[in-house]
């Protein structure tokens, strides 16, 4: 996905006048430009090499990285939702560096999004470049669009699971996930 940084520009100027702020008083005038760099920091952000191991001593149990946290925003309401994902995988023949694991999560979450997406999206990346014989994730999550408007409820969490290979079909393996995941 290409960023067009004049069209942000002019959508950031337009919401201003819309909710009717004068886009050119000293505080909101670089507000477009600094909006149209952000999106282009979360574009590279989004972009990176999915390094994988194959020759990592045939280890075969649980990869577990907790609590990456991570922001996104909702977008029906285009407001910030933010929490920690926990990711585990089953390695089959090849394993990944831990960083790239939490650049995954960076890269679908750094665009607007629903948490049930991000969490399959997630998943499904990481059981097509791993091959792994299972993987996990659950996202726990606030959301600020429920938080600060509609209900005004601030605190709730939101969670989501996806599951594919062995942590769907082996109970055992799903126990463990999720008994690791709440730190029992």
């Known amino acids: 996905m290409a960023i067009d940084k004049e069209k942000i ?3 950031v100027r337009l919401f201003l006048e819309g909710i009717g702020e004068d886009p050119d008083r000293e505080g909101l005038k670089e507000t477009p430009e600094r909006v149209a760099r952000m999106w ?3 574009e ?4 990176f090499d999915m390094k994988l191991f194959e020759e990592f001593g045939g280890y075969n149990e649980m990869v577990l990285v907790k ?3 991570f922001y996104s925003l909702c977008e029906h309401h285009l407001l910030p939702f933010f929490g920690k994902v926990h990711i585990a995988y089953i390695p089959d ?3 990944s560096g831990l960083s790239k694991l939490v650049r995954t999560v960076r890269a679908f979450a750094l665009r607007p999004q ?3 997406r991000l969490t399959e ?3 499904d990346f990481l059981e097509k470049e791993l091959e792994p014989k299972g993987v996990g994730v659950v996202i726990e999550a606030e959301h600020l669009c429920m938080s600060m408007r509609g209900v005004m409820s601030p605190g709730h969490l939101t969670v989501t699971s996806a599951l594919r290979g062995v942590f769907l079909k082996d109970i055992k393996t799903r ?3 999720l008994k690791l995941v709440k730190g029992v």
């Open 9 to 11: 520009k002019q959508a």
């Open 40 to 42: 282009e920091e979360f």
């Open 44 to 47: 590279r952000m989004r972009n």
């Open 67 to 69: 609590d990456i946290k």
């Open 93 to 95: 023949k090849k394993i």
């Open 114 to 116: 629903v948490q049930e």
């Open 121 to 123: 999206e997630i998943a």
């Open 175 to 177: 126990e463990e996930f």
